[in-house]
């Protein structure tokens, strides 16, 4: 069987996280490692290994993780001064965890990219 990835460690409770948001098909923590003041990944429950991998029946999916990372923004007071979302693809962008995930970051002036 393939090996879990870190996100699926701290969704069935093997790796310790916060999770601050979680419904059917999504969740939300704090990166481990941020870049900002506020660095969230919103991630799906069901594994896709890279955004290469997604299909269309993923696009609900993929809409909630943007309406999501929408609702977190302002929970945590940065709809209004501005935030950053992402997602990472492959090597040339440096992904590290092969399990799709959105970062939003902000919460401070972030450089230009
Ligand atoms: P990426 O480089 O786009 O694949 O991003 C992976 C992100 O996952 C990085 O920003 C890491 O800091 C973050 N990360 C890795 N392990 C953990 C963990 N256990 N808890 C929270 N964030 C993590």
Do not use: W
């Amino acid at each position: 069987m393939e090996n879990k990835s870190v996100f699926e460690m701290i969704l069935s409770g093997d790796l310790k996280s916060d999770i601050i948001y979680e419904d059917n098909q999504i969740f939300a923590i704090h990166d481990i490692n941020p870049i900002a003041k506020i660095h969230i990944l919103i991630i799906p429950k069901k594994k896709i290994a890279t955004i290469n991998d997604l299909s269309i029946d993923d696009i609900d999916l993929i809409g909630s993780m943007f309406l999501c990372a929408k609702d977190l923004a302002k929970k945590f007071g940065i709809d209004q001064s501005g935030y950053r979302l992402l997602f990472n693809t492959n090597d040339d962008a440096m992904q590290t965890v092969f399990h799709i995930h959105l970062h939003l970051i902000g919460g401070e002036k972030l450089k230009n990219i």
